[in-house]
């Protein structure tokens, strides 16, 4: 008999070490090396020889003589969560939705899973960290009591794998969550690196095998990542993130991974006392205090997409003079490292002095903008507080800026300016373009950033 032996796994990436250690080498993690037992097995190949069983052969098929690859689509009801999942959910597929604590990801689910067996979709979700009379009283404060869904507490991957393979087992699961799950024969606690693998893994198989959608809820780390080995997000078919600020009412459901659709696709709802609303048209939403004081300077609003969905969003800037030290760099929902380098090329090739004042920046509504081309609208508002000079409220901007302060064109800017006309915008600040469009706006043209600057200088900015 095999004896056991012990072994040190990160609990944060999974890596294997020798011996017990502070930090993790592989990821640099802090105390998240645990000691783990390990069944001992030499190493043994597939062998030829008597007594070994040989391999079947694989049945090849040619790729354009199969028939219907994806199965039929069921679609929630819910039009942002199918929205993001590629049009409704796929039998056999796996999808992993992950979020702060508190944001909203077992309400989001059981409201997906109560519309489905309010259609006659055979549903089931499964708690491993509430009993099922919580669960009763969380649908009864979001009016889902009477929905035909089959409710259990369990945490062992055996009973559940039992049902699954039962005659009546259902067409769509909810873990909740992933992390609370173990299997018997992995010697370690529930969570750890090798009890979140295996689980994951039996269930994804018992899932395919049947045909029945597996959604699982996963924990995430302080840096915002889904805990658990790095594997996990492989397994799976889709990877959503829930986003949102506790302060904002909005919570963004981001796609980073879809086998069956688009990714970076986003799903808008509102956060209320009947659980989270759908969002159908979220610039206006984002867009909906804006102008309530006035012409204000420093504020900008970007012409932004995500996904195939153009958003409205309103960039916020405030330059103040700041006291002797080091000056601040205060950024909500954009990246940092971004808006060094937009200062860096106006201090260098426009001449601003923006090195002695404290930088705050916000992306209003709680939106996390990721593409390049809001530098265009981050320097215009950043320009804007700087001269107090504001940009016209029916403008929006959209430009990726290089280094040599160039303005470059982004993509999709028809589909930017048709979203725009919709909400009653009239002017555009764009990159030059390559070849003639048809704008429903009036667009001035920004090849070179230092030409922003002197539209503010002059105030010609008024005047687009």
Partial sequence: MARAVEQFVCQSCGA???????RCAACGEWNTIAEEAQREAPPRGLGTGRGQPRGRVLDFRKLDKHGEIEGPRTASGLGEFDRVCGGGLVPGSAILIGGDPGIGKSTLLLQVVARLARQGVACAYISGEEAPAQVRLRARRLGLEDAPLDLAA???????VATLEAPEAPHVVVIDSIQTMYVDSVEAAPGTVSQVRASAQELIRAAKRRDICLLLVGHVTKDGQIAGPRVLEHMVDCVLYFEGERGHQFRILRAVKNRYGPTDEIGVFEMSDAGLM??????????ANRGAGGDISGSAVFAGLEGSRPVL???????APSPPGT?????????SNRLAMVLAVLDARCGLGMAGHDIYLNVAGGLRIAEPAADLAVAAALVSSLMEVP?????????????SGEVRAVAQAELRLKEAAKLGFSQALTPPW???????????????LPELVELFASDGVNAV
């Fill in 154 to 160: 369990a945490t062992s991957v055996r009973d559940i």
């Fill in 391 to 403: 940009v016209p409220q029916e403008a929006v901007l959209f430009g990726e800026i290089s280094l």
């Fill in 313 to 319: 969003v309103e960039i916020q800037a405030l330059v």
């Fill in 327 to 335: 000056p601040r760099r205060t950024v909500v929902g954009w990246d």
């Fill in 16 to 22: 294997t070490h020798g011996k017990w250690s502070g």
């Fill in 434 to 448: 390559r070849k003639p469009r048809k704008s429903p706006l009036t667009v001035r043209e920004i090849g070179r």
């Fill in 278 to 287: 759908e969002v159908t048209n979220p610039s206006a939403l984002f867009l």
